[in-house]
């Protein structure tokens, strides 16, 4: 059986545990102390050299890095990922958005507000994150305006990666009050078959 190696209150690892569900793949979760250093010992660092999470282990003992990779991976074959070549360059396209547009942005201001608990010398930066956070959010609500899923008509691996940290996006201080179509998007993916909530 595969192995994922996260932490069950990342965005990013989340994606991995949703797309499995999703799917009905059976995995072992390896949780991981990111704070105590598990991700900075020889052995992970043998599996990700890059030292972070998620990382998925195959049975053959092959690893793979990289959240949205290893989504796609998975995914392969599935309705999750459309096999028709401008189809998945269009879910690629959204998960190179949410890795350089949304996560360094959303996912940060989260980290600083939930678990650093918003210290006076990450303010400044904090601040600067919602600018960038709420763009993201905006092009979003604009491709939502026409579209049931981010990348067309039904529900892809790009909507898992933009889903995981979106859905959280108040714990770093956005309001989506002025959101109605990602609150809607919201409602379409907890309602599939097989989904499950973060944690
Ligand atoms: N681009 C990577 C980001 C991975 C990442 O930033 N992981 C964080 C947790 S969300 C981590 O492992 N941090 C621990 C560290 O940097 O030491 C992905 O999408 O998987």
Redesign the pocket.
């Known amino acids: 059986m595969m192995k994922i190696y996260g932490?069950a209150k990342?965005?990013?690892?989340y994606?991995i545990k949703l797309v499995c569900e999703l799917l009905q793949i059976p995995y072992e979760w390896v949780e991981?102390d990111?704070l105590a250093g598990d991700?900075?010992t020889a052995s992970f660092l043998s599996k990700n050299p890059?030292?972070?999470?998620?990382v998925l282990e195959l049975a053959d003992g092959r690893c793979l890095?990289?959240?949205?990779?290893?989504i796609n991976y998975i995914a392969h074959g599935s309705n999750l990922l459309p096999a028709e070549p401008y189809d998945l360059a269009l879910v690629q396209q959204w998960q190179c958005f949410e890795?350089y547009s949304h996560?360094p942005y959303i996912?940060v201001a989260r980290?600083i507000e939930k678990y650093q608990g918003l210290p006076d010398d990450r303010r400044e930066e904090y601040l600067s994150k919602q600018v960038g956070g709420y763009k993201a959010l905006d092009v979003m609500e604009q491709q939502l305006t026409n579209a049931d899923y981010i990348a067309g008509k039904t529900l892809t691996t790009a909507d898992i990666a933009l889903y995981a940290y979106t859905h959280v996006a108040h714990e770093g201080g956005f309001d989506l009050t002025n959101y109605p179509n990602i609150q809607q998007w919201f409602k379409r993916i907890e309602n599939s078959a097989n989904y499950v909530a973060m944690g």
């Open positions: 932490d990342s965005g990013n690892c994606k991981m990111l991700t900075q890059n030292g972070k999470v998620p890095a990289e959240s949205n990779a290893i890795q996560e996912a980290f």
